[in-house]
Every structure is written in C-alpha cells, then in structure tokens.
C-alpha cells in the first residue's frame, strides 16, 4: 500500500512540473540580461563584468540573442526559432547579423542550423537556463528588463 502511495505522489509530483513549465510559457516572453550564473551550487556573477548578454523571446516563437562589451566595439547577434514545453527550450538559428564581429562565427550558437535544447524555468522572477560546464551543471541567470535595443527587422547595432 505504501509502495502505491509513492507512486501516486511521484506521478502527482511530476505532473505538477509539468503544469508549472507549462503555465510559465507566457512569462518567458520579453527582454532578459544576464547577470549571474550557478556553477558547483554557487552563485557568481559574470566573469566579464564588461558582457552585455540579451536573450529575447517573442510571442511569435522567435528568439534573438545578443551581446556586446563595454570596451570593445561591435557585438554579436542571432535569431532563433524555438518551442517551449515540458520545461525544455528548443531552438535552432535561423539567421546570423552580417555585420557581427569576426570572432562571432567561433561560437556554435552564432552558426545558422545550430540546435540545441535545454532546460529552462524561472524562479523567483529570474529565468535560469540549464547548460553544462565539464559534464557539471552550468546554469545561466537572466533578470527581465525593458528593451534598449531595436527590434529584429530594424537592428544595425553600433556601441561606443
């Protein structure tokens, strides 16, 4: 009887996961900034303190990232289509910024075709992006802000 019990509330447990991720769909939309990580069950903030990272995710199913640094010129830039459910984010580029700086093509998710699929939610307002590090988890906080950047279809980003 105990054994039935335990099942029960696994299966209730997950299912309430479920409809957690599932009714966060919406709260992923909007402007985030990276401001901290979680690496070996600690907090850190950027290790570039000059890293301006921004993920954007619109109603449409379309993402944008993108970064600069305080003291560099240029920057980085990707669109995305994804599909959210069960708590993963899947996601393949879908155009490179031609005007990204050299460097930026090194990166995978700066190559058009490259998907990835990850684990996502948000807690206590931030959104936390599951990734790993040397097998070990790797996790990427982002707050919500309001947008400073341009929109999609009408971005020529210039800093300093």
């Given amino acids: 009887m105990l054994r039935i019990y335990?099942?029960?509330v696994a299966i209730l447990l997950s299912q309430a996961k479920v409809m957690a991720c599932d009714s966060m769909s919406e709260d992923i939309y909007g402007h985030w900034k990276f401001y901290k990580y979680l690496y070996e069950g600690k907090e850190n903030p950027p290790l570039n303190p000059l890293l301006n990272l921004n993920f954007e995710f619109y109603f449409t199913g379309t993402s944008r990232l993108w970064w600069?640094?305080?003291?560099?010129k240029g920057f980085c830039e990707r669109v995305a289509q994804y599909e959210y459910k069960d708590c993963k984010l899947s996601a393949e580029v879908v155009w490179v910024n031609p005007k990204n700086n050299i460097g930026c093509?090194?990166?995978?998710?700066?190559?058009v075709g490259h998907k990835t699929t990850s684990q996502i939610e948000i807690i206590n307002g931030d959104l936390y992006l599951h990734l790993?590090?040397?097998?070990?988890?790797f996790i990427y906080i982002w707050k919500k802000i309001?947008?400073?950047a341009p929109p999609i279809s009408n971005v020529d980003v210039e800093t300093n």
């Fill in 146 to 148: 309001e947008p400073k």
């Fill in 132 to 137: 790993s590090l040397g097998g070990k988890p």
């Fill in 105 to 111: 093509g090194q990166d995978p998710d700066m190559q």
């Fill in 68 to 72: 600069t640094r305080d003291n560099e």
């Fill in 6 to 8: 335990l099942v029960l």
